[in-house]
């Protein structure tokens, strides 16, 4: 069955994509890695911080060591698939059992409008993807929450053959 011939409210969206830098620690550093996300995304971006101590790598909790960009709708769908022209393909261990999946791109410089700066150097992010049916914020929603039925709910297969078609990324 092509999407095409799925009911409306059963074919997936994009619910949203989460772009994340981890730099490791705060400074010019992590100032750069928002430079460059926030140009990526034309979006501001949000400092993640770490969540517990290692003394290992000199992080402390609480620390600012990363920064991420949350995109909805038209935004969302083009970033995705700008970012999985650039992945290529993604491998199907990266799906969840809800149709969500994860994937990493190695270099910044691979966006459009991105150049190579010596003194920058070069930045790798992770992309988050949530997808999910029409329909699933009534699951959601603070007045009168319903639950949605198991056969409504996107699964890992479903959410494969949607990033196959829609994007025309091999899975692998």
């Known amino acids: 069955m092509t999407l095409e011939e799925i009911h409306e409210m059963r074919q997936p969206v994009v619910e949203k994509v989460v772009v994340h830098m981890n ?47 949350t995109l909805r709708g038209d935004e969302a769908h083009d970033l995705l698939s700008e970012a999985l022209g650039i ?3 993604v491998p199907r261990s990266s799906f969840d059992e809800y149709g969500n999946f994860s ?3 190695e270099e910044h410089t691979d966006f459009e409008g991105q150049e190579y ?22 699951e959601r929603r603070g007045v009168k929450p319903r639950e949605i039925p198991d056969e409504h ?7 494969v053959a949607f990033v196959h078609e829609t994007f025309e990324v091999d899975i692998e």
């Open 87 to 89: 992945a290529g393909a």
């Open 23 to 69: 730099v490791g620690e705060g400074g010019r550093e992590l100032q750069n890695a928002e430079e460059i996300i926030e140009d990526i995304t034309a979006q501001t971006s949000v400092r993640t911080q770490a969540k517990q101590s290692n003394p290992e790598f000199g992080i402390r909790e609480g620390d600012p060591i990363g920064c991420m960009v």
């Open 103 to 105: 994937f990493g791109v």
């Open 117 to 138: 700066d010596p003194d920058i150097g070069i930045f790798g992010m992770d992309v988050t993807v949530a997808l999910a049916r029409k329909g699933k914020r009534v």
């Open 153 to 159: 709910r996107l699964n890992e297969e479903d959410a």
